[in-house]
């Protein structure tokens, strides 16, 4: 089993390649999408997005907000973000490390949490940094099964659901769980 400093190691590597998330896939793109609904039902003058890769989806909060802030453990991924999106506070971190002197409305956790060993120190965190979480997250993309997913769907169960969606997509199938929740 891998640490949690292999894994953000992994992530570093991966993101050094060009849009190794393949953003403009279209079950990427309906991800996208679904999302930022889902994010106008709360509110969102604040965000903060976690795991933001190369700056894909933040590009798309700047359209529902003139206050985001994206951080990812990957800094070559933050180097591309930062030449792509004007306008973010942009930060190389991971959750647990993340310390803003700040709080937000809403924060995004986009295809993440699965790769964030310690749910608990994760949903602490999360709490203390804002009031409604939106997170997107595989149940399975066969022949793979996202136990991570389960796991964090099981510990957030306790915050008071505000939506979730229920996406599929036919190949590779494909069902994920797109959720908001109010932390406070």
Same mark, same amino acid.
């Given at each position: 089993? $891998?640490?949690?400093?292999?894994?953000?190691?992994?992530?570093?590597?991966?993101?050094?390649?060009?849009?190794?998330?393949?953003?403009? &896939?279209?079950?990427?793109?309906?991800?996208?999408?679904?999302?930022?609904?889902?994010?106008?039902?709360?509110? &969102?003058? $604040? +965000?903060?997005?976690?795991?933001?890769?190369?700056? !894909?989806?933040?590009?798309?909060?700047?359209? #529902?907000?003139?206050?985001?802030?994206? =951080?990812?453990?990957?800094? !070559?991924?933050?180097?591309?973000?930062?030449?792509?999106?004007?306008?973010?506070?942009?930060?190389? $971190? !991971?959750?647990?490390?993340?310390?803003?002197? *700040? &709080?937000?409305?809403?924060? +995004?956790?986009?295809?993440?949490?699965?790769? #964030?060993?310690?749910?608990?120190?994760? =949903?602490?965190?999360?709490?203390?940094?804002?009031?409604?979480?939106?997170?997107?997250?595989?149940?399975?993309?066969?022949?793979?099964?996202?136990?991570?997913?389960?796991?964090?769907?099981?510990?957030?169960?306790?915050?008071?659901?505000?939506? *979730?969606?229920?996406?599929?997509?036919?190949?590779?199938?494909?069902?994920?769980? *797109?959720?908001?929740?109010?932390?406070?």
């Amino acid at each position: 089993m $891998s640490t949690q400093e292999e894994v953000y190691k992994d992530l570093q590597k991966i993101n050094e390649r060009d849009d190794p998330w393949e953003t403009q &896939h279209p079950y990427n793109q309906k991800t996208f999408e679904d999302l930022i609904n889902l994010i106008k039902l709360v509110p &969102h003058a $604040s +965000i903060l997005e976690i795991g933001c890769g190369q700056g !894909s989806f933040t590009q798309k909060l700047l359209e #529902i907000s003139d206050d985001v802030t994206a =951080i990812d453990v990957s800094e !070559s991924a933050i180097e591309q973000a930062k030449e792509k999106v004007k306008g973010v506070q942009f930060h190389v $971190s !991971s959750l647990e490390n993340f310390y803003p002197k *700040r &709080h937000y409305d809403v924060i +995004i956790c986009a295809e993440v949490l699965y790769y #964030i060993k310690d749910s608990k120190v994760a =949903i602490e965190k999360l709490q203390e940094l804002g009031d409604y979480l939106v997170t997107s997250q595989y149940v399975f993309c066969l022949p793979r099964i996202s136990l991570g997913t389960l796991k964090y769907e099981w510990a957030l169960r306790k915050f008071p659901l505000v939506k *979730r969606n229920v996406a599929t997509y036919p190949w590779p199938p494909t069902l994920t769980l *797109r959720t908001v929740r109010k932390l406070k």
